[in-house]
């Protein structure tokens, strides 16, 4: 009798010992878990890269809308036909009155405006007899819309230099 419960309980230790060492399983478990956390992580970098792209793209948006604005100034500050209209202690401003194509963006009518300021003395570095010349001052400004409506306002100081 105990020769058979000596062999009884080698074979349950053999049982038991076989089905602790069989592996088949893990591997497949392992598997599975390594396969859900790359699903995560490329989830996580798509997300990521998505929102990227649309910083990328909204910041391009907002530097046309500038550059548009900008352009619009440069178009104010040089066009004599602007400043020509305008007459200290008379008319002291301008608006443009038609729609402005400039790259990728648009000034709309009534958003460029040319305002006098005041005028004094010449400002520095300008090379001109005071005692001949002196300088109207005037602000300049332009609000742009850019692609996807992003919208730039841009301010600019300008001195025209004109005899006395």
């Known amino acids: 009798m105990l020769n058979s419960m000596k062999q009884m309980l080698d074979s349950e230790k053999t049982k ?46 907002s530097q046309d809308a500038f550059y548009t604005a900008d352009a619009a100034i440069e178009r104010a500050q040089t066009d004599s ?51 001949i010349f002196q300088a109207y001052y005037f602000v300049a400004t332009a609000n742009a819309t850019g692609p996807n409506n992003s919208i730039y306002n841009v301010e600019s100081q300008v001195a025209r230099v004109v005899p006395k």
Do not use: F, K
């Open 16 to 61: 038991m010992y076989s089905i602790i060492n069989n592996q088949h399983g893990v591997a497949l478990v392992l598997a599975m878990v390594m396969l859900v956390l790359m699903s995560i992580l490329g989830a996580l970098a798509l997300s990521t890269s998505t929102t990227e792209i649309g910083i990328a793209g909204n910041y391009r948006n």
């Open 81 to 131: 036909a602007i400043y020509s209209t305008i007459v200290p202690g008379s008319v002291e401003s301008w608006t443009n009155t038609s729609t402005w194509t400039i790259g990728n963006g648009t000034v709309s009518a009534n958003n460029v405006s040319v305002q006098y300021l005041t005028n004094g003395a010449l400002p520095l570095g300008t090379g001109s007899d005071p005692e």
